[in-house]
């Protein structure tokens, strides 16, 4: 009995749930209620059909080719034949209400097949072709053959198989190709707007010869005697495409150049540097970027030959040793006028700022931007060279206030202009002083600060002795705090205190201002700022961008108190949707505007 009623019980037992490894796909379609066995049905019906469809055109051949039999008189249309054919011909109507068919009348005109039946008959016919995937009968072999989106039509609006669309190719010729619009293409049109070029006009013919000269520049032998400014125009449009290689290099060689300006020098090498300074022994302006390669051996080169270099400015020469650099002060120092440096990382440190400092007696223009080694010490070396009239920062190290009031002490009453860039620290005491010091200046960068404000700004420009500015650029001077961003009750940077009271001392020599994301610029100080009776004769280029109060009603204020102006700069200004620009001015930065010029729309963007 025990064996019995176990072997019931064993009879009894439930089949197990086993099953293999489920893939992706198969949870994808179970996921989604896809039955795969549906699947499979669906594509034994289609074939069924296709293969009966096939038998019936078969049929239909061979009765074609019995005796014709006498043709049966035509039978009145049924309602669902007219039906059809009016609903063809709504649609054919629709149609030619359509932009496709407006360009395919203008491309097609003058031709036999313009008309506007035959055109709209085309569109239709397409429209109803098979889509991408199906099966479908060649229209001169009969071949049943998949369509894909590269299915060239027949001559009868039918679909064409692979080994057709290879024989029927209208006779071997080629189909003519498109006409292209007149004008240029957007993405040149945008170039030439960053270039801050109008968008209007035609290039002067000096400007077409450059550029075409520089499209062939593989074919130039020589330059023969160019003037230095095409020379600089010739480098820049080289630099921009960056063909400066050690081939077109030599079109800017000769004993008879004093300066050489070249703005991508990546693709040059060490023996190249030295080649430049063997070729042009009266060189005295040395201006090259994106010098990487260049090692000691090359000023030791310049050393070595004692060369008159009056102005030498150098991007990324980071292979340069301190000790070297040193050398070339303590060489060459002494007639040096113009010293700007840019991205050095790996040297230049604070000694051999002091070094600099000491021996460059005569330098009148110094830059330095992107500097890492440098800091406090040699800011304090600066400011006892007393030649400056250019000064220009931009430090990678956290620095002091006090080191800039020296400089500012020393040299203020002749600096000629001033750039101090994103100094975080620097606080009101440094407005002060330039108030007190500079009265010669022309140019003024004080930029990325987070401290100075509004009434120290405002203060600055009142009141003040220098001469009216021509260039000022004070961006990114605001409140910096994104969980505040209406700013602290007592406004922190540039404002509408400071942006007022900078109008009000130099608005008729301004030609350029930069107060690109001063967010605190209100819209009542813009709108007496550029109010009816106000104008800025001088002011040509005028960024406002992420200043939020500018709308469309404020940019025509400016048009109309800036007669001058030729570029205006309003990225982030998202109040700005419909504006009628004058000729000649480029607006840069309508993300979702649409621009007007003279009643044509030139941008609209959604």
């Not at 489920?22 to 594509?43: E, G, H, M, V």
């Not at 006409?179 to 293409?185: D, V």
């Not at 650029?473 to 406004?491: K, Q």
Request: net charge negative; glycine share 6%; charged share 25%.
């Amino acid at each position: 009995m025990l064996d019995t009623h176990v072997g019931n019980r064993a009879n009894r037992r439930p089949a197990r749930n086993i099953r293999g490894p489920r893939s992706a796909l198969t949870d994808f379609l179970a996921s989604n209620n896809i039955s795969a066995a549906q699947i499979r049905d669906d594509y034994d019906r289609w074939v069924s059909q296709a293969q009966n469809q096939a038998v019936e055109e078969e049929s239909a051949n061979l009765v074609e080719h019995e005796e014709p039999e006498p043709e049966p008189e035509p039978e009145p249309e049924s309602p669902e034949d007219k039906t059809k054919k009016r609903k063809r011909q709504q649609a054919i109507e629709k149609i030619k209400k359509s932009k496709e068919f407006s360009r395919r009348k203008a491309r097609c005109t003058g031709e036999p097949d313009d008309d506007d039946d035959i055109i709209a008959n085309e569109i239709m016919n397409e429209k109803q072709r098979p889509n991408p995937g199906q099966l479908e009968n060649c229209e001169l072999c009969g071949k049943r053959f998949t369509v894909t989106a590269y299915s060239k039509a027949g001559p009868n609006g039918g679909l064409l198989c692979a080994d057709c669309s290879k024989k029927h190719t209208d006779g071997g010729k080629k189909a003519p190709a498109k006409k292209r619009n007149s004008g240029i293409g957007r993405r040149q049109k945008q170039s030439n707007l960053l270039d801050g070029l109008a968008p209007h006009g035609a290039q002067s013919l000096l400007e077409m010869c450059i550029k075409k000269v520089a499209d062939h520049i593989g074919d130039v032998e020589e330059f023969g005697d160019l003037p230095p400014s095409l020379l600089h125009r010739l480098g820049q449009i080289l630099s921009k495409r960056r063909a400066v290689n050690p081939q077109t290099l030599d079109l800017f060689l000769g004993a008879q150049y004093q300066s050489i300006d070249l703005y991508d020098c990546a693709r040059l090498d060490t023996d190249d540097y030295n080649k430049i300074l063997a070729s042009m022994p009266a060189l005295s302006r040395l201006n090259l970027r994106f010098v990487t390669p260049w090692k000691d051996s090359v000023f030791q080169y310049m050393i070595d030959r004692d060369m008159n270099i009056t102005d030498l400015h150098l991007d990324s020469p980071n292979l340069v040793t301190d000790a070297c650099w040193r050398e070339l002060f303590m060489r060459l120092g002494s007639r040096l006028q113009s010293l700007k440096l840019w991205n050095l990382d790996s040297a230049f440190d604070d000694e051999t700022a002091e070094v600099m400092c000491k021996h460059c007696t005569g330098l009148r223009r110094l830059k330095l931007k992107y500097l890492w080694k440098i800091g406090n010490k040699a800011l304090e070396g600066i400011s006892s060279m007393t030649s400056l009239e250019h000064l220009s920062l931009h430090l990678m190290q956290d620095t002091d206030t006090e080191p800039l009031l020296q400089i500012i002490t020393e040299l203020g009453p002749k600096l000629r202009s001033l750039s101090l860039e994103e100094f975080e620290f620097a606080d009101d005491r440094l407005l002060q002083h330039i108030h007190d010091h500079c009265h010669n200046l022309s140019k003024l960068r004080l930029t990325q600060n987070a401290v100075y404000t509004d009434k120290a700004l405002a203060n600055l420009f009142r009141g003040w002795s220098n001469q009216a500015l021509t260039y000022v650029d004070i961006h990114a001077v605001r409140d910096v705090d994104m969980s505040n961003p209406a700013g602290p009750p007592e406004p922190v940077g540039l404002a509408s205190d400071a942006f007022i009271a900078l109008m009000e001392h130099s608005g008729l020599k301004i030609k350029t201002l930069n107060i690109q994301s001063c967010r605190h610029v209100s819209y009542a100080a813009l709108e007496e700022v550029f109010a009816e009776q106000k104008r800025y004769p001088e002011l040509q280029y005028l960024d406002l961008s992420f200043v939020g109060a500018v709308d469309d009603y404020l940019a025509q204020c400016i048009f109309r108190c800036c007669p001058a102006l030729a570029r205006l700069v309003v990225f982030g200004c998202f109040k700005i949707r419909d504006i009628c620009v004058p000729k000649g001015v480029a607006v840069i930065g309508t993300v979702s505007a649409k621009v007007t010029v003279d009643g044509i729309v030139q941008q609209e963007t959604v």
